[in-house]
C-alpha cells in the first residue's frame, strides 16, 4: 500500500464545483506557489465551505491525485491566516 504523504500549506480556498443553486461542492486549496490542492471533501474538510476566498493554513495527508496530476489532500487541521476582504 502506498504511504500518504504530510503537507502543511498556506493558500487561498477557492471552488472548483458548485449545484444548480451555486452552492459550492468541491473546493481546493492554491498555494503561492501556484500549485492547486484538491481537498478531499469529507467531514474535516465542510468547515472550508465558510472559507472560500480565505487566506488559510491547512495540514494534512496527500491521498491521491486527480487525473490532471494535481494532489488530492485530507485535511487534519485549518487554521484562517487573513479573512477576505468583504467591504469591495
Known amino acids: ?6 503537507i502543511s500549506v498556506d493558500g487561498y ?3 472548483l464545483d458548485k449545484d444548480k ?8 486549496l ?6 492547486r490542492y ?6 474535516d474538510a465542510q468547515q472550508l465551505l465558510n472559507l472560500i476566498d480565505n487566506h488559510v493554513h491547512i ?6 491525485e486527480n487525473s ?6 485530507k485535511i487534519k487541521t485549518c487554521r484562517v491566516i ?3 476582504n468583504t467591504n469591495s
Do not use: Y
Not at 500500500?1 to 504530510?6: A, F, G, P, V
Not at 443553486?21 to 481546493?28: H, I, M
Open 59 to 64: 495540514s494534512g495527508l496527500i491521498v491521491s
Open 30 to 35: 492554491d498555494a503561492a506557489d501556484f500549485s
Open 68 to 73: 490532471l496530476g494535481n494532489p488530492i489532500i
Open 13 to 15: 480556498v477557492t471552488v
Open 82 to 84: 487573513a479573512e477576505r
Open 21 to 28: 443553486s451555486g452552492n459550492p461542492l468541491q473546493v481546493a
Open 38 to 43: 484538491i481537498v478531499n471533501m469529507d467531514k
Open 1 to 6: 500500500m502506498k504511504q500518504h504523504r504530510k
